[in-house]
């Protein structure tokens, strides 16, 4: 079982030092992750599984995400990581137990402390060998951590906790417990032109290509960004369009005070708040009307 090995230049075939080592999913890297990373000394390596293991175990229908790939590693090393090894998590992996994987851990990362969440465990449950983690450390010369948790209003941060506010539209909570505003990602597309029509600048933003998870449908105040930095405050509606008779969900952001041409660009949208679920319009005009205190009530967020 090998490890893509990644630093913040790139892509590394091997670990060139002593490594502080923690395991986990990460997902979201939110505010309780980078508590952990924080306890760590030394050359901060992080090791990150390629799926949830409830997903790949049958525990789990789908496999939403907090984050897409490319953002997991960015957040990581932002949270302090100097080194980040991917580990495809498959069944062989589900199968190791505690120890295996700890032994493969100091061998091929060059493993020195290993740092355990305060609720985390892994290693096969079947056989599991967890408890005899202090017994391997003494035998291989590591030291064995057990990191402290980090609360919000009295419970511990958790990514189930983060999507448990998504899918009940609280983006303010989920900023909370992130340390950042959640957000989508997508390349702009021409739409249907009903934004023009209606005399507000919009971006249709796809969201075919992304694994993270969608808060729940409605109307938001969003931030909206592209490669070229900072672009435009907005509303985005979330879900579909029923005054036009379209039922697929769809990300159209309205923009306020924008004057450009986004098609094609990659753009961030950060959902800021909530400001109402979407309902149907009895013409054109009455939703022009909507959107107009929509975007006065966005600025407030924004």
Excluded at 64 to 87: S, T
Excluded at 125 to 133: E, H, I, S, T, V
Excluded at 168 to 189: F, I, K, P
Excluded at 266 to 272: D, I, K, Q, R, W
Aim: net charge negative; hydrophobic share 35%.
């Amino acid at each position: 079982m090998r490890f893509e090995i990644y630093s913040r230049e790139g892509r590394v075939e091997q670990i060139p030092e002593e490594t502080s080592v923690t395991v986990g999913v990460f997902d979201g890297v939110h505010r309780g992750h980078q508590q952990l990373l924080s306890q760590m000394d030394g050359a901060r390596l992080v090791v990150t599984l390629t799926a949830h293991p409830s997903f790949v175990l049958g525990r789990r229908e789908s496999e939403y995400w907090l984050d897409d790939p490319e953002e997991h590693l960015r957040l990581l090393f932002e949270a302090g990581a100097k080194y980040v090894a991917v580990l495809p998590f498959t069944q062989e992996v589900a199968r190791m137990t505690a120890c295996e994987t700890t032994r493969m851990l100091y061998s091929q990362l060059k493993m020195r402390n290993l740092l355990v969440g305060y609720d985390s465990r892994f290693g096969n449950k079947a056989d599991d060998d967890f408890g005899r983690l202090p017994d391997l450390a003494a035998e291989l010369g590591f030291t064995l951590q057990r990191g402290m948790p980090f609360t919000v209003d009295g419970e511990p941060i958790s990514s189930s906790r983060i999507r448990q506010t998504l899918q009940e539209g609280r983006v303010e909570d989920t900023a909370v417990l992130l340390g950042r505003h959640y957000s989508l990602d997508g390349n702009v597309q021409h739409g249907r032109g009903v934004g023009h029509t209606l005399g507000f600048p919009t971006a249709n933003i796809g969201l075919a290509q992304t694994r993270k998870m969608l808060p729940a449908l409605g109307v938001y105040a969003v931030k909206v960004t592209s490669g070229q930095g900072p672009m435009a405050r907005g509303i985005a509606n979330l879900g579909a369009a029923p005054t036009f008779g379209i039922d697929k969900a769809l990300l159209e952001v309205h923009l306020i005070d924008f004057d450009g041409d986004l098609y094609g660009q990659h753009t961030t949208v950060e959902f800021l708040h909530k400001l109402r679920d979407i309902r149907r319009f009895n013409s054109s005009e009455e939703l022009q009307r909507q959107i107009q205190q929509d975007m006065m009530e966005a600025r407030r967020w924004s």
